[in-house]
């Protein structure tokens, strides 16, 4: 018994150090990814896409200076200031993360742009800025920014965290068509767009599942059905009617895109009159589907 709990804290143990190497490694990834776009593609062609690297590039462009600098001179007093007022819910990812940007993107100054195309360079600078942000927050991280700026909005304003970060966003890319060009705020914004999407993909994945809710007079032959015609587990769910109060079964049921239709054409040789709601579902984790990762 001694012996077994000693080798389950061993394991623990490993597991955690494990998970720590591979959030800090994701942080560390995430802000080169960055860091590369904005030296590569964004700095270069004047693509303020929101945010304190935004502002940065605003900055050089009417004082000269160096983008990494101001980024350090907003990243860290606004940690500071938000973990005054806030707490110290930000916690050590967030501090690094706050100061290692900076540091990339002074490291990687001297990398050669891309393109001097500004669609190439707003589109590509959004998915590698994507990229970047979905590996840091897969690793629970944050490169600081307007995002702890956003928190203080919303903890004081009482708007939306959303919203928040969408205003302050919008802020940066307006102030960016008064300083730089009106053209260049449209490609930002085309920028901004790319990155959000890319981050869902690279925190959900591109496969996406349908979920399936079936309501019918013949549930059990239907779960039957599926279980061993599909191979797909089946979750039974009661329900009661609004009109008639009846009490009905609701089966519940996930399946891959493939096979949506083998789904529909089983339950509508059982039930044509079954009432069937399908749904995109982003993640699904378990067996059959994604398994419990880390991270």
């Known amino acids: 018994m001694v012996n077994d709990t000693k080798r389950s804290r061993k394991l623990r143990a490993s597991r955690r150090r494990r998970s720590w190497f591979i959030e ?86 001297e990398l050669p742009p891309l393109t001097d195309n500004l669609l190439l360079a707003s589109i590509y600078g959004g998915i590698l800025v994507g990229i970047g942000l979905g590996l840091v927050f897969r690793g629970r991280g944050s490169t600081g920014g307007l995002d702890l700026a956003a928190q203080l909005v919303h903890r004081y304003t009482g708007l939306s965290l959303g919203l928040a970060v969408a205003i302050l966003d919008g802020l940066v890319i307006l102030a960016a068509g008064i300083v730089l060009s009106p053209e260049k705020a449209m490609y930002a914004l085309i920028g901004l767009f790319v990155t959000s999407r890319t981050i869902n993909i690279v925190q959900v994945g591109l496969s996406y599942s349908k979920v399936a809710f079936i309501i019918s007079k013949h549930a059990e032959d239907i779960r039957s059905a599926v279980l061993h015609e599909l191979d797909r587990g089946v979750t039974m769910l009661e329900a009661k009617g ?54």
């Open 242 to 295: 609004g009109y008639t109060g009846e009490i009905r079964t609701v089966l519940m049921i996930v399946v891959g895109q493939t096979q949506v239709n083998n789904l529909k054409e089983l339950v509508k040789a059982i039930d044509p009159g079954a009432f069937v709601i399908l749904s995109d579902t982003n993640e699904v984790l378990g067996e059959g589907f994604k398994f419990h990762g880390i991270p």
């Open 24 to 109: 800090y490694a994701l942080l560390l990834i995430g802000a080169l990814c960055i860091a590369v776009s904005f030296n590569m593609l964004q700095n270069p062609n004047e693509i303020a896409a929101g945010g304190v690297t935004g502002i940065s590039i605003i900055v050089r462009e009417v004082l000269g200076i160096e983008p990494a600098f101001t980024q350090w001179a907003l990243n860290i007093p606004l940690f500071v200031l938000g973990l005054w007022l806030l707490g110290g819910q930000f916690g050590l990812r967030t501090a690094i993360g706050s100061a290692l940007l900076p540091m990339l993107v002074l490291l990687t100054r």
